[in-house]
Structure formats: structure tokens, C-alpha cells
């Protein structure tokens, strides 16, 4: 059979036709009760896709910063892990929110809309506690309790922790600009989004002695600002000036270490027997090069020229030897 010719013949076609037209042909169209799920392909799938890396590096420098600025500010080592971006409704999260807690809404130019910052009330407790001498223990309150003006002290340091560390995690993909919107501390009044739009919830715990107690601080950014961004996200920025002062940093640290350096103005070849035979007060002459070889560490590094400065010994450097090999 060639591929041109048809696989039934006419007269098979026609007799097909007259089955189904007298009703002799009973069987059942194959596949048509088949229940198919309806898709748009123009529907957005909501998924942090490249922007995950990002921000879990994103966290990963704030929870340095930020842990290294409550042990050196606030004196309080605290125990905190480092949070795992996670994506859900808006109105999911809401419900897990403890209350009172210090609701932070928050602008992050240039960022769109606005972000939350959580802290959980333990929070509070354990930093105003251990600022006083005492040790981080869980404290059971009232829901409708407002914070004193020692926690509210204590609020305010940490947002100014906070907003320096988050800065400062953000700098290596875009400067950002932190600005306190409002302060509640009941969650239903942070209406950042709707309630069926999506946020990302970078949630990082503390652990405290007593187990069942789990403060919390969370940094809650709308899944649309971060898509806005996601093309800035997807590609990390190395010429930022936290990158500067980082290396600033290592070259100070460099800059101090000692090192041993050798000037070598010839070179004698002595039998072990002459050696031996050496007597104090011999004299040994010797052609010396016309430069000296400066040696960092056993490395050569310098060719230089051997004289005098005032009543001391000096060397000038004339070339580099690395140079010379290129």
C-alpha cells in the first residue's frame, strides 16, 4: 500500500454509509464521554518562580544582619532562624496573625504598594526582659491589651534594627527605601491587599526555652509588587556599594598582616667541606648581581638597587617581577 492510496476502498465507504443509515451500526462513538477540565490560557499562574532564589538570599542577609544588631544594640542573642518564603491568600494569613501584636505597614520604595512587618508579641517581652537583666520567658496576655510605653520603646528599636537590616539585605538587588505607613495591633486593620490577592510570608522564629511558645517576626510583601520586580529579582547587581564597603572591609583586614621580607644581594655555592673548614675571621669574596632580589615570604616580588639612607641600609625598587613575566 503506498502512501497516496486511501485505506478503505470506495466501495467499503459506501457500505459503511448504508449501515449507518439503515441503523445496523449499534456501537458507540469511542471517547465522547469523556469529562474535561476547562483552561484558560490567558489565566495568570501565580508561582514565585526565579524571584524564590532571591529572596531566600534576601533572608538569609537579613537574619545575619539583623541578629548581629540585637546582640550588639539590644544585647540579646536571640535564636532566630531564617525564614522560608512562602505564597498564600492574604486572607489566610490574617487569620494566623496574633493579636496584640506590633502591625507594621511599611513602604518599600521602589517597591509598589505596601509591606507588613509583624513582630509577635513574645517577641517584645523577651527583648524588654532580657534588656533588664532577666531571662526571655513566655508571657500570657490579653488579646485586647495594649503595649506599654517601655514595649512601645522596645517596638521602635526594633523597627529601627529591622528597617537597617532589611536595607541592607535588599542592597545587593536594589536600593530601597523604608517608610512607617502605620502602627497597629490588631491585624484586621493592616489592609495591605484583598483578600483573595496573594502575599509572600517570610516568617523568621525565635525559639524561647518553653517550646510551645513560637514568637515570630514576619515580612510580608504582595505577590504584585514582587512580580513588578521580578526581572530585577532574577538577576543579582555585584557593583552595589554594599559590595563596596565589603571590600573596603577586606582590604583593611589584609592591610594588617604581617608579612617577612628578604633582600638578597647575592648568592655564594660552597662545598660541604669548605663549609666545615670555615674559620671566624675568614673572608669570603664573592661577584654580587647588579640588583638585589626582594623576597615576600620565599616568593620573589622585586627587583631593587642596594644603598644607603642616612646611616641605614636601603633598597629602591626598580621593577616588579611579575610584571616582568607577563
Known sequence: ?????????????????????????????????VEAQSYSIARNEENLGVSYGSLT????????????????????????????????????????????ASINVTELDPLKGETLIVIHPQVVFSCLDNWYGGQARPLVVDGERNFTANENAIIDRLCELMFKSLTEAWSPYVEIDINLVNRDINPLFANIASDEESVVVNRFLIRLRDEEVQP?????????????????????????????????????????????????????????????????????????????EVRVNDFPLYNAEVGESGKKVAVQILDNVLEEDK
Open 216 to 292: 515570630y517576626i514576619d515580612v510580608v510583601y504582595t505577590y504584585q509588587s514582587l512580580n513588578l520586580q521580578r526581572d530585577m529579582l532574577s538577576s543579582r547587581i555585584q557593583t552595589q556599594e554594599a559590595d563596596h564597603k565589603w571590600l573596603e572591609r577586606l582590604h583593611a583586614s589584609l592591610s594588617e598582616i604581617d608579612f617577612g621580607m628578604f633582600v638578597s644581594g647575592g648568592m655564594l655555592q660552597l662545598s660541604v667541606d669548605q663549609l666545615m673548614n670555615l674559620k671566624v675571621g675568614e673572608v669570603l669574596s664573592f661577584n654580587p648581581p647588579a640588583l638585589a
Open 1 to 33: 500500500m503506498s502512501d497516496n492510496e486511501p485505506l478503505l476502498s470506495p466501495d467499503e465507504l459506501s457500505a459503511i454509509q448504508d449501515m449507518v443509515t439503515s441503523g445496523e451500526f449499534d456501537e458507540k462513538p469511542f471517547n465522547t464521554d
Open 57 to 100: 538570599q534576601i533572608n538569609e542577609r537579613f537574619h545575619r544582619f539583623f541578629r548581629t544588631r540585637l546582640l550588639t544594640e539590644l544585647d540579646y542573642n536571640a535564636r532566630l532562624s531564617v525564614a522560608t518564603p512562602q505564597l498564600m491568600k492574604y486572607s489566610e494569613y490574617i487569620r494566623t496573625a496574633e493579636s496584640p
